[in-house]
Antibody, heavy 118, light 108 residues
Framework: EVQLVESGGGLVQPGGSLRLSCAAS????????MHWVRQAPGKGLVWVSR????????SYADSVKGRFTISRDNAKNTLYLQMNSLRAEDTAVYYC???????????WGQGTLVTVSS | SYELTQPPSVSVSPGQTARITCSGD??????AYWYQQKSGQAPVLVIY???KRPSGIPERFSGSSSGTMATLTISGAQVEDEADYYC???????????FGGGTKLTVL
């Protein structure tokens, strides 16, 4: 059974940093692209970042470019999102999601809440 | 930047057909995908590559695409189909991953 479990969310002050993790199981993690998608309270889904299967290629939404870094450790079956210079508008539930190319975002984690507030 | 535009809300009575649209300039060249998100839950893929249905998704869910508009159709909508629905696609370069703003489907 495919499982994605996010962790690392919490309350952080503006300007602070946080690292999210997404532990994957039930599939060959190293064969899949992975994404982070966020959802602010009461708002819609917003794509944040993606990484290819071996970690050699990444992309970011303009709103997080230069502040967030996506990475992965295929030996540990884990996806990461390093978030720096956090702003109030980064407050959201952050989901990791698998991309099987034919069916992007075919599996999602349960999400982890990041709250940026003083 | 690239945008996908959806109506904010659609409302139907049980048993009626619900249609949710998604417009985007690159849709003639790029597939549309549809996700259902019920309150407090993670999204679920209901349609991929414009019109294909993943296993486990009821047959009443179908998709189509023509020109710059993709459409999710729920034939004979049920109360349990009440949810937010999001379309997803990429821009023409394939380097921007974009969700539509979401459509709240009410079935009552």
């Amino acid at each position: 059974e495919v499982q994605l479990v996010e962790s690392g969310g919490g309350l952080v002050q503006p300007g602070g940093s946080l690292r999210l993790s997404c532990a994957a199981s039930g599939f060959t993690f190293s064969s899949y692209w992975m994404h982070w998608v966020r959802q602010a309270p009461g708002k819609g889904l917003v794509w944040v970042s993606r990484i290819n299967s071996d970690g050699s290629s990444t992309s970011y939404a303009d709103s997080v470019k230069g502040r967030f870094t996506i990475s992965r450790d295929n030996a540990k079956n884990t996806l990461y999102l390093q978030m720096n210079s956090l702003r109030a508008e980064d407050t959201a539930v952050y989901y990791c999601a698998r991309d099987s190319t034919v069916t992007p975002f075919d599996y999602w984690g349960q999400g982890t809440l990041v709250t940026v507030s003083s | 930047s690239y945008e996908l535009t959806q109506p904010p809300s659609v409302s139907v009575s049980p048993g009626q057909t619900a249609r949710i649209t998604c417009s985007g300039d690159a849709l003639p060249k790029k597939y549309a995908y549809w996700y259902q998100q019920k309150s407090g839950q993670a999204p679920v893929l209901v349609i991929y590559e414009d019109s294909k249905r993943p296993s486990g998704i009821p047959e009443r869910f179908s998709g189509s695409s023509s020109g710059t508009m993709a459409t999710l159709t729920i034939s004979g909508a049920q109360v349990e189909d009440e949810a937010d629905y999001y379309c997803y696609s990429t821009d023409s370069s394939g380097n921007l991953w974009v969700f539509g703003g979401g459509t709240k489907l009410t079935v009552l």
